[in-house]
């Protein structure tokens, strides 16, 4: 038997009952669970069952109970309102769940729904003329996450990064260079290099406010650079390749990974072609301009002010590319070249008239795959004035945060072991796993289109709804098996009949719902849903640890039993972190 099976068993007699009561079967049954566990381990709702029988919903909740039976593995039965509650024999509760996860490991909670279906999750799209910061590792932190929850849920994922290496913000950079490096390098002044890029694109901005003159120089660099200029090529070669070994350490240290990169410069003159059809096709038509647009759909876009429809720029009039020229064929490249059957774009909130438009345009070309894509916007986040400084204009770096919340992290260590137990080392490595795992919990604990206001000391906190907390929990599990086989106590022959208090209850209905929450937390593009569940359980298991004793239980029976309770709560508990991008800690 199995988690599933149990569930089965339930809705065999629901279905049962129905059929016995009303003379059909139900068209739709859920179970879910109740709110609290003093009320049942599993619980239908029977409002859908009212809508079909019609039906007082409460006194179909009663008739049913009345008609179905208890036995080995039901052992009560109640009608709460409209809710039918089941409370299943504490025995095959936590047997079958304990076997399946501890049997599954880190595959408990794995589905095959996207079996052979390719997705494509595109993320970050750093710009080579600063270093990464603050928006981009909540970019990063969802792109990972929702990568994660899609392979677990059965697809093949391909983890993308565009990078936007062209234009005219790169250019800055590249003058300022020129005009007062006087031929420094990352190197010769022992800087990173994209740290060293992009003092150059802030003295830039700088300069220009006395020096107008400065944009006139930018866009002839920028010309220059499109027509293949050979000098100009040569110094944008080796600003760019100054920029990616930075990036690439920040990405390691944040622990971002990658399938296949796609570069700007390679990818702006994409989409062209298929302009080109689309006007032949009358998709696309060209304005007074010269320009070539696409009307949008007033159902969906409205129409602007003068009451005309609203239309998208395709291609300017001089035959230049737009973002959107490149993201047409950008799209088309990336589907025909993966095998994609479904494309998800981790992209600001800024963006979602963008999408909304590019998708609708993709439709409107007749590309059947265009129903696949999708774009996760996520909302803006904030660092309070003053609790860090950046190394570049306003904005708060990526590296700068790391360091700080290391820091951070060093400090919580070091009151949590005022016998100075740990080698500096050693505090320095958890550090280093406890801050990046603090940034990508406070950054996914949130719903992506929330706003955050990040706070470096509370999200590093060993206490409240933070990762820290959530990696004690789970070296506290991991702390209690290790003194167990130390102890040379085994798990044979468990009587799970022993468990069944509050506590014990509460912690296996989370673990029983871990599947189901990471499956919802992909299909909605929601990573904050497995994170709030993380949280849950490493709650539910701290208010067991803290009420009942495991190795120094009143048997050796029910240490067992408690032993095979923990070690699913390890398991549950390292798989979910794992699928937010934080590393399990087994001793903090």
Not at 126 to 141: D, E, I, V
Request: proline share 3%; charged share 25%; glycine share 8%.
């Amino acid at each position: 038997m199995s988690i599933q099976n149990i569930k089965n068993k339930v809705l065999e007699q629901v279905e049962k009952a129905v059929k016995k009561s009303f003379g059909q079967k139900p068209k739709d049954l859920r179970l879910d669970y109740p709110p609290e566990v003093k009320l049942g381990d599993f619980t239908i709702e029977c409002f859908l069952l009212a809508e079909q029988f019609h039906q007082n919903p409460a006194q179909i909740a009663k008739t049913l109970a009345d008609h179905i039976a208890c036995g080995d593995i039901i052992k009560e039965v109640k009608a709460v309102g409209a809710y039918l509650n089941f409370k299943i024999s504490n025995q095959a509760l936590f047997s079958e769940a304990c076997a399946q996860i501890i049997s599954q490991d880190q595959i408990f909670g794995s589905s095959s729904i996207g079996q052979n279906q390719r997705v494509m999750i595109e993320y970050l799209s750093p710009n080579t003329n600063k270093p990464l910061h603050l928006g981009h590792l909540r970019n990063g932190a969802l792109g990972m996450a929702l990568a994660n929850l899609y392979q677990t849920a059965g697809y093949t994922v391909i983890k993308a990064n565009l990078v936007n290496d062209r234009g005219v913000h790169i250019c800055k950079s590249m003058l300022a260079w020129q005009k007062w490096a006087q031929g420094a390098t990352p190197e010769s002044t022992q800087t990173k290099g994209d740290h060293f890029v992009g003092r150059w694109y802030v003295r830039y901005s700088k300069e220009a406010e006395t020096n107008p003159e400065l944009e006139n120089d930018v866009q002839k660099m920028l010309k220059k650079w499109e027509t293949g200029d050979k000098e100009i090529i040569k110094l944008w070669k080796m600003m760019n390749n100054w920029v990616y070994p930075g990036f690439t350490q920040t990405y390691k240290a944040f622990g971002l990974e990658f399938d296949v990169f796609y570069y700007e410069s390679d990818t702006y003159k994409l989409g062209k072609a298929i302009v080109a059809q689309g006007i032949k096709k009358k998709i696309f038509y060209k304005d007074d301009k010269g320009a070539a647009v696409f009307d949008l759909p007033e159902e969906e876009f409205g129409r602007d002010k003068d009451g005309n429809i609203k239309k998208a720029l395709i291609l300017r009039a001089d035959g230049t590319s737009v973002y959107m020229t490149q993201d047409i064929g950008t799209a088309l490249l990336k589907t025909e070249e993966h095998q994609l059957d479904r494309s998800i774009y981790v992209v600001g909130c800024e963006q979602e008239h963008h999408f909304k438009c590019l998708f609708k345009i993709l439709q409107a070309l007749g590309y059947s795959w265009a129903g696949g894509l999708h774009h996760l916007s996520y909302g803006m986040v904030y660092l309070p004035e003053g609790k860090m400084k950046s190394r570049e204009g306003k904005v708060v770096d990526a590296d700068d945060l790391i360091d700080e919340m290391t820091k951070l992290a060093a400090e919580e260590i070091r009151k949590r072991d005022p016998e100075n137990k740990l080698s500096g080392d050693q505090i320095q490595k958890r550090a280093a796993k406890i801050g990046v795992g603090a940034i990508k919990f406070y950054l996914l604990r949130v719903g992506p289109h929330q706003d955050i206001h990040f706070d470096p000391k509370a999200s590093v906190s060993f206490d409240g709804v933070t990762g820290p907390y959530c990696q004690y929990a789970y070296a506290r599990t991991a702390g209690i098996l290790r003194n167990a086989h130390e102890a040379g106590i085994d798990a044979d022959g468990v009587d799970f009949g022993l468990l069944g208090n509050n506590e014990e209850l509460a912690l296996i209905q989370k673990l029983m719902q871990f599947p189901d929450k990471a499956l919802a937390a992909a299909e909605q593009f929601n990573p904050s849903q497995a994170a709030g569940h993380i949280y849950e359980t490493a709650q539910a298991f701290n208010q067991f640890y803290h009420q009942h004793s495991v190795l120094a239980a009143e048997s050796k029976e029910l240490i067992k039993a408690r032993l095979a309770l923990v070690k699913s709560a390890a398991i549950v508990l390292k798989k979910g972190l794992n699928l937010l991008g934080i590393e399990a800690l087994e001793e903090m």
